[in-house]
């Protein structure tokens, strides 16, 4: 395994394995995340995942730079990254597209030359690989769109857009967690609360884990809302291998 | 018994040691913007280091309290006005029942740090008191504090005991000696491959100054480019506190304590921890000149400011105690 690391700063340091956007450098930056984790290093504070790095903030009072590079070298050195050793665990994202809660919808199928059924259709069929969080709360950087369905983001960016609201930006696809300005394609919008503090999980989902987007009709979206709001919805998720 | 906002100033928010180990989804760590004044401001009044402490910047509040409560604020040189009567920063202060408070702002310091003893009844969230503006959690409602906000003291009865003879000698204050150019420290990278010789060079000689966009998020320097090899734009990673990047236009952007906790322009450098606090305090107009640091010199740094630090709290402490809360 390839990788070198650096220090950011004096109380974090970047484990580089990789300069692109690869599934096979997530899923090695995925294995040396949970792995790295499990070995409950003194000092360390946390992980944070991207594309194809990962960075270990730590505490240099509790351990210095060296000596935790060292620590993580001799892990690294015996790690297994054969294989697929993690299951795929898939989250079912339901959302409804077009009308108010998509209003981009038509852009996008004009600018793909196909109908807004067919960017439905292309939009739902790939499982999403969750690259990395960031931006703000839960905000997943995915990979697998169907690039026939890309589209430029709008010239003029939205002031507001609501919780909850899918979009297309480019190449890229994902969800706002959080209302908040943006100037991407809206196409839909998804009734679960992605984000939630005082849920055991704020956020749902993590690096390494993939989003199906599932098609839905209004009535259902509200009824999804109704159960949210009385603490009845479970959220559902496919786990294979 | 409860603390009254009469004027809460422009961006004034309740702040603790930081809402930590959710990087991994997205969330800033929020916290204390000056870790030191902070933790000072706690020390005077007899809270733990990591007590939640209001934090206002350069405009400070007007506040009034039902019962007597011991107060302190540090971060600059502040001055707090007790009905006329006036008081030094980087001092305990004693403060009747129904008197009104005002902090008026001097000369030096951005951030003020104002701990209140026996601090604030403000529910944690995600494990922290700090507030997340964005994300509307923590702190009062998750927003900057408003007029009229009544907020309930954690611990009544803690202003019995008058603590207004404790204050902090000098040498405990991160404070710049010069107010035209301040020295700040840096590691180099992690993408220092990134800028031409000349742009590393560039980086190193020139002064930059504090811009008005500057705020919790993080701080925009004006002054000479720094030249990329081939732009400024990398595959997004991780970003720390004190995280120096260049953006599209060529000037540098010193990452914050709200910043973002993953970004994609390349970082040339990162502030080293000691000097973050002095870093935090420069207002806008006044300038800074990077200089290069190691990584086991900046440990080295933090180990004795902390064994200093350590040795202040005992001797401040005398014998009073601490409130019975994990540390």
């Known amino acids: 395994m390839e990788y070198k690391i650096l220090p950011v700063g004096d109380s974090a340091l ?4 990789g300069n692109e956007i690869d599934p096979e450098i997530s899923r090695i930056v995925r294995i040396a995340r949970k792995t790295l984790a499990k070995k409950k290093i003194k000092g360390v504070t ?10 270990v903030h730590y505490r240099p009072l509790v351990i210095g730079f060296d000596k935790l590079a060292e620590k993580i070298e001799a892990e690294l050195s015996v790690m297994n990254f054969e294989g697929d050793r ?3 665990k898939t ?14 919808l038509p852009t996008v199928s004009e600018h793909a030359g196909i109908s807004e059924q067919e960017v439905i259709e292309r939009h739902t069929s790939p499982d999403y690989l969750i690259y990395m969080l960031g931006f703000m709360p ?3 950087y995915l990979g697998g769109m169907d690039k026939s369905i890309s589209t430029p983001r709008l010239k003029d960016p939205r002031e507001r857009l609501e919780k909850g609201s899918v979009g297309i930006a480019g190449d890229q696809t994902g969800i706002y967690p959080l209302v908040s ?13 992605l984000y939630d503090p005082n849920r055991e999980k704020p956020i749902l989902y993590e690096a390494g884990e993939y989003i199906r987007f599932i098609p839905i009709e209004k009535e259902e979206f509200f009824h999804i809302r109704r159960m949210i709001e009385n603490g009845e919805y479970e959220y559902q998720w496919i786990k294979e291998g | 018994m409860a603390m009254h906002v009469i004027f809460p100033g ?6 603790d040691k930081g809402r930590l180990g959710y990087q991994n989804s997205g969330f800033a760590p929020s916290g204390f913007i000056d870790r030191v004044a902070s933790r000072m401001a706690n020390c005077l009044v007899n809270n733990l280091d990591s007590e939640a402490v209001i934090e206002f910047c350069l405009a400070g509040p007007i506040l009034r309290f039902d019962e007597e409560v011991n107060i302190a604020v540090c971060g600059g040189d502040f001055t707090i006005d007790v009905e006329g009567k006036k008081y030094p920063a980087n001092k305990a202060v004693h403060v009747p029942a129904g008197k009104m408070i005002t902090i008026i702002t001097g000369n030096v310091g951005t951030f003020g740090s104002i701990a209140i003893g026996g601090g604030l009844d403000i529910p944690e969230v995600m494990g922290s008191r700090s507030t997340n503006v964005r994300c509307g959690i923590g702190g009062f409602h998750g927003r900057a504090l408003q007029a009229g906000d009544t907020i309930e003291l954690r611990h009544p009865g803690f202003g019995k005991q008058n603590l207004s003879w404790r204050w902090v000698p000098e040498r405990h204050l991160v404070s710049p000696e010069d107010k035209e150019t301040t020295h700040i420290r840096v590691l180099p990278g992690p993408q220092e491959d990134m800028f031409t010789e000349k742009g590393i060079e560039t980086f190193y000689s020139s002064k930059y100054t504090i811009s008005n966009q500057s705020d919790r998020m993080g701080f925009r320097l004006k002054g000479p480019e720094v030249e990329t090899v081939n732009g ?3 595959l997004s990673d991780g970003i720390v506190n004190g995280s120096v990047q260049i953006s599209g236009t060529g000037e540098p952007i010193v990452m914050m304590a709200d910043r973002q906790t993953t970004g994609g322009y390349a970082k040339i450098a990162s502030i080293i921890n000691v000097d973050i606090p002095l870093f935090a305090q420069l207002r806008p107009g006044q300038k800074v000149l990077f200089t290069r640091c190691t990584i086991q010199e900046s440990q080295r740094l933090m180990r004795e400011a902390n064994k200093a630090w350590k040795e202040h709290r005992r001797n401040l402490r005398g014998p009073l105690f601490l409130p019975r809360e994990e540390e």
């Open chain 1, 46 to 55: 946390e992980y944070v995942q991207t594309y194809a790095t990962l960075m």
């Open chain 1, 91 to 104: 989250i079912l994202i339901p959302v409804c597209y077009g009308g108010e809660f998509g209003p981009d």
């Open chain 2, 10 to 15: 422009p961006r004034t928010t309740i702040q």
């Open chain 1, 14 to 17: 970047t484990i580089v394995f």
């Open chain 2, 232 to 234: 400024p734009d990398i």
């Open chain 1, 181 to 193: 300005p943006g100037g991407w394609q809206i196409i839909g919008r998804t009734p679960l609360e």
């Open chain 1, 138 to 140: 839960g905000f997943v």
């Open chain 1, 86 to 88: 993690m299951k795929k």
